[in-house]
């Protein structure tokens, strides 16, 4: 079959860019605040991995029900890993042990 399981393109919603904003700054904050290098690569994977959701959710699912669902799940690992990330940040600024 040649039909695609996420089915055909459709037009991008207004909340691609709202939603699209948190991991676009937690790229730039990852490449620039002092952290261990996992923690960098956990933010900077993570959050262009959601990046790469939120596009695909966006063009692909026209149910908007499903579009909650997916956007859900996708920021609730990202939320995770980025919560990791800023404790790295804070932590790595300070002698204390």
């Known amino acids: 079959m040649s039909d695609s399981r996420l089915g ?3 037009e991008l919603p207004w909340w691609v860019i709202p939603l699209g904003l948190p991991p676009l700054v937690a ?3 990852g490449a620039l ?3 261990p290098l996992w923690a960098h690569l ?3 994977a993570t ?3 959601l990046l790469a959701v939120l596009l695909t959710v ?3 699912i026209a149910n908007r029900n499903m579009q909650s669902v ?3 799940a996708a920021y609730a690992v990202w939320v995770f890993a980025a919560v990791l990330w800023v ?3 804070a932590s790595s600024g300070c002698n204390c042990a």
């Open 8 to 10: 055909a393109p459709v």
């Open 58 to 60: 966006a063009t692909r």
């Open 47 to 49: 959050s262009v991995a």
């Open 33 to 35: 605040l002092s952290a």
């Open 87 to 89: 404790v790295a940040v």
């Open 70 to 72: 997916w956007m859900s």
């Open 27 to 29: 790229v730039v904050l």
């Open 42 to 44: 956990l933010v900077l």
